[in-house]
């Protein structure tokens, strides 16, 4: 997705859900010294999963495991993550520029990690490092803690755009929103151990960032995190009606001054349209996640405008959640 990312960091408190740890939790962080400023770190009140924030970045995170590694990942997950946003913001400049298939000149981990996710769809569309940054962030955290400890599950949920840890006989299943002003589970989709997605992401303009397209959600499988981040968004943005009277749009400019899609006109509105107008933007969106799919740059995508669906490649995130939910738990609902 492309962020509303400021080099000014928040440092303020943000009421969240989060509860102090308690006696007995396997999770206890220790500063490991570096730098002057600690983002927030805590248990959430099921004492299972962490909850990491600073600024506009929001994680959360659950291992599973012997207790002693599932510590030691969310230790290493915390220490990973405090700075990580000040090494994005030296490099703000260079993120928000439009990249360059053949080169990069970023040196972070993980703005060279935004960067490769991108410079595929760079050659023949308008894309910055920036519409890979959610799931670049979930990546590098998900790496520190395979690093730090083995474990059975593990996902890093950074608003919606997940990276994956699934080892033999493990899944994943997740209610698909949508839209984020209505609260309904549209569909679920599980992702089994055996199949190669390890990456999650949602974009549409009803989301935190901005969309050039009309998609209410397109939420893309993809065999990392930073890889389906890119493709929501490119997918996302192909689902539309160029010129339409019912569409209103504004240079993304106007509403964030410093975004990185300058004057560009992103979607505000969508009116009324027909059934074949809705058609015809779905499969152009479609028809580019047909694309990714035969590229390998993509192992599905549900695309999502007025009520109406499109799913293309894995069938795992075809069915029905009237279906799909029997006998399941829906661990995460993601909204676009």
């Known amino acids: 997705m492309i962020r509303a990312f400021s080099s000014e960091v928040d440092t303020g408190s943000r009421k969240e859900k989060a509860s102090k740890q308690e006696s007995g939790a396997p999770f206890r962080f220790h500063r490991n010294g570096k730098g002057s400023r600690l983002p927030q770190i805590a248990l959430l009140p099921d004492g ?18 012997r207790d002693e590694d599932v510590s030691a990942a969310y230790q290493a997950a915390a220490e990973r993550f405090t700075g990580l946003l000040d090494e994005l913001c030296a490099e703000l400049a260079e993120l928000r520029t439009a990249a360059d298939p053949e080169r990069c000149a970023l040196k972070g981990v993980v703005a060279r990690r935004m960067h490769a996710a991108v410079a595929p769809f760079a050659a023949d569309c308008f894309i910055t490092p920036m519409a890979a940054v959610a799931g670049s962030v979930a990546e590098e955290i998900l790496d520190a803690m395979l690093e730090a400890a083995p474990l059975d599950r593990a996902y890093v949920n950074n608003g919606g755009d997940i990276a ?17 002003d209505r609260h309904g589970v549209m569909r679920a989709m599980t992702v089994d151990a055996d ?9 549409g303009r009803h989301g935190r960032s901005f969309s050039l397209g009309i998609a209410d959600a397109v939420t893309v499988l993809a065999r990392t995190a930073s890889q389906a981040d890119a ?5 996302a943005n192909a689902v539309d009606l ?27 509105d969508v009116g009324p349209l027909a059934e074949h107008e809705i058609e015809q933007a779905l499969e152009a969106g479609s028809a580019r996640a047909r694309d990714l799919l035969m590229s390998g740059l993509i192992e599905g995508a549900a695309l999502r405008l007025l009520g109406e669906t499109r799913i293309v490649g894995a069938t795992g995130m075809g069915a029905p959640a009237s279906h799909a939910l029997q006998g399941q738990t829906t661990e995460h609902m993601l909204r676009a």
């Not at 999963?49 to 600073?54: M, V």
């Not at 994943?172 to 949508?178: A, H, N, P, S």
């Not at 493709?231 to 997918?235: D, K, Q, Y």
């Open 48 to 65: 299972k999963r962490l909850h990491l924030q600073d600024g506009p970045i929001d994680l959360v995170i659950e291992a599973k495991g």
């Open 164 to 180: 994956l840890h699934l080892s033999d006989g493990e899944q994943f299943t997740v209610g698909l929103m949508d839209r984020p």
């Open 195 to 203: 199949m190669p997605v390890r990456g999650i992401a949602t974009s």
């Open 231 to 235: 493709a929501a968004t490119v997918i």
């Open 242 to 268: 160029p010129d339409h009277p019912a569409i209103l749009r504004v240079p993304a400019s106007e509403l964030q001054p410093d975004s990185d899609l300058g004057a560009r006109l992103v979607t505000r």
